[in-house]
């Protein structure tokens, strides 16, 4: 069933640090007492829930029957600007944990009652999650971690982010404790502590994606362009081989790069033909097993 209404709601509630994670719902507006299952979405390495399409894909899966959160972790760079990465300085000390303690800020926030509208009904016992890129790397562990996910999707993910790390970043920590890595879209230098390498070394079990692959047991499916320039398919090839789950797909999209001919910002009327079918995959995903 599709709705033709859909409402917005934003707000943000503290992090385990006390530092902001903004948050948007949208929901199905259906006049009735109807509760609807809820997704979380969750953004990349130099991400943003207000990315391309990104809302424009949150309101589609609304209107297919889901509350959709969407959420900035509260280390992604972005600050009171939607859009613009004028909070370096988290940018800088990101972590997976953190970013796991986040997650788990929301969920619990939605479970509260704390994220909702007046307009609709979640239901809070049958929750997904869809991530892209390094995001989905994160919602793999996220669904492995916390029993409130029954099912996921992950767009163009990365397997073992130890292996972004490169050697030359590795010597810059050693040498100067800073790494830079540059946003191709805003040519911004972003800095990088080494927090993050280290907290993935010491919790590696915990928070690497093809680890916890392992140990996933709700429906999976992964998704990824073939021709990924970033995050070669032979990862979600490797995850899905991997992972424990019963229930699990393998979707490869040919002429399809990393944002699947998404690119920021989105002011096109219709979505290009690889995220549409991105989009398609993931709402009949969730529509079979978060029911």
């Known amino acids: ?67 959709v959160v969407t959420l900035n972790l509260s280390h992604n760079g972005i600050g009171d600007n939607k859009t613009e990465f004028d909070r370096l300085d988290l940018f800088a000390t990101q972590t997976f944990t953190q970013d796991l303690n986040d997650i788990e800020s929301i969920i619990k926030a939605i479970q509260a009652g704390e994220i909702r509208d007046n307009h609709t009904h979640l239901n809070t016992d049958f929750m997904g999650i869809v991530g892209h890129s390094r995001g989905a790397h994160l919602a793999i562990t996220a669904a492995a971690e916390f029993e409130a996910i029954q099912s996921l999707v992950t767009w163009g993910a990365v397997a073992n982010y130890l292996e972004f790390w490169t050697d030359k970043m590795k010597e810059d920590w050693d040498t100067t404790g800073i790494t830079e890595v540059i946003n191709s879209r805003t040519k911004q230098i972003m800095p990088l502590e080494k927090a993050g390498y280290d907290d993935a070394l010491q919790n590696e079990q915990r928070v690497i994606a093809l680890h916890r692959v392992k140990d996933l047991r709700v429906p999976a499916l992964f998704i990824h362009g073939r021709k ?53 995959w993931t709402i009949g995903w969730f529509r079979e097993y978060l029911r």
Not at 8 to 25: A, F, H, M, N, V
Not at 27 to 46: A, D, Q, Y
Request: hydrophobic share 35%; aromatic share 12%.
């Open 1 to 67: 069933m599709e709705f033709d209404n859909i409402s917005i709601s934003s707000g943000s509630i503290p992090s385990t640090e006390g530092l902001p994670i903004r948050w948007d719902l949208y929901s199905p507006i259906s006049g009735t007492n109807r509760e609807f299952p809820v997704i979380l979405f969750i953004h990349g390495f130099k991400g943003f829930k207000d990315w391309g399409a990104f809302p424009d894909a949150c309101e589609d899966l609304a209107r297919s029957g889901f509350g």
């Open 228 to 280: 990924d320039e970033s995050v070669p398919y032979t990862h979600s090839e490797q995850l899905h081989i991997h992972c424990a789950a019963r229930d699990k797909e393998l979707r490869l999209i040919a002429n399809a790069g990393h944002t699947f001919g998404i690119s920021h910002p989105f002011q096109e009327d219709e979505f290009p033909g690889p995220f549409q079918e991105l989009l398609d």
